[in-house]
T-cell receptor, first 112, second 113 residues
Framework: GDSVTQMEGPVTLSEEAFLTINCTYT??????LFWYVQYPGEGLQLLLK?????DKGSNKGFEATYRKETTSFHLEKGSVQVSDSAVYFC???????????FGTGTSLTVIP | GAGVSQSPSNKVTEKGKDVELRCDPI?????LYWYRQSLGQGLEFLIY????????KSGLPSDRFSAERTGGSVSTLTIQRTQQEDSAVYLC???????????FGEGSWLTVV
């Protein structure tokens, strides 16, 4: 079935470091792809999304580009802040839209 | 506007008891999802409702789990004869229509002792 695989954590970075969290997808069709973020003690929030190949989603300094040729949707940020400490989930939607499938989450800790 | 609302936010129950978790989706959203997030794990799909269609129950882990959605709005997830392995955060989400962005509630943290 459709799925996403994201890099395992935890990831610890110093403030202002460059962040990459890898995500690859397996799908029979052309899913929309998403990154969700879960800050400590809060629910999941949509961070960004892309609905077709070569689309770039961006929000709060984060970016991810839908790469059909590599079936990837890697999350990047040029300079992380302490406030970016959270768990990040890659996700896709199935062809039928019946369910969204999520990666296992990557915990990010940014230290001052 | 109001987001997805879930209750209770925390529930501690004894093994063998039944529990009900409630989800009130965003007004006008036709699709409603239940997921489970165990400690240190990803999100596990449980069940999906879309309008008046038959729900997709393919993710329910056992027949102790069931869910209803009344009037196309509020949903209740019921776990009968709870087991310790049922301890998790149960997340509800809704979306305007199938395949669009989904919006999550803050979850119901269930602890079975």
């Amino acid at each position: 079935g459709d799925s996403v695989t994201q890099m395992e954590g935890p990831v610890t970075l110093s403030e202002e470091a460059f962040l990459t969290i890898n995500c690859t997808y397996t799908a029979t069709g052309y899913p929309s792809l998403f990154w969700y973020v879960q800050y400590p003690g809060e629910g999941l929030q949509l961070l960004l999304k892309a609905t077709k190949a070569d689309d770039k989603g961006s929000n709060k300094g984060f970016e991810a580009t839908y790469r059909k040729e590599t079936t990837s949707f890697h999350l990047e940020k040029g300079s992380v802040q302490v406030s970016d400490s959270a768990v990040y989930f890659c996700a896709g939607d199935s062809n039928t839209g019946n369910q969204f499938y999520f990666g296992t989450g990557t915990s990010l800790t940014v230290i001052p | 506007g109001a987001g997805v609302s879930q209750s209770p936010s925390n529930k501690v129950t004894e093994k063998g008891k039944d529990v009900e978790l409630r989800c009130d989706p965003i007004s006008g959203h036709t699709a409603l999802y239940w997921y489970r997030q165990s400690l240190g794990q990803g999100l596990e799909f449980l069940i999906y409702f879309q309008g008046n269609s038959a729900p997709d129950k393919s993710g329910l882990p056992s027949d102790r789990f069931s869910a209803e959605r009344t009037g196309g709005s509020v949903s209740t997830l019921t776990i009968q004869r709870t087991q310790q392995e049922d301890s998790a955060v149960y997340l509800c989400a809704s979306s305007p229509f199938s395949g669009n962005t989904i919006y999550f509630g803050e979850g119901s943290w269930l602890t079975v002792v």
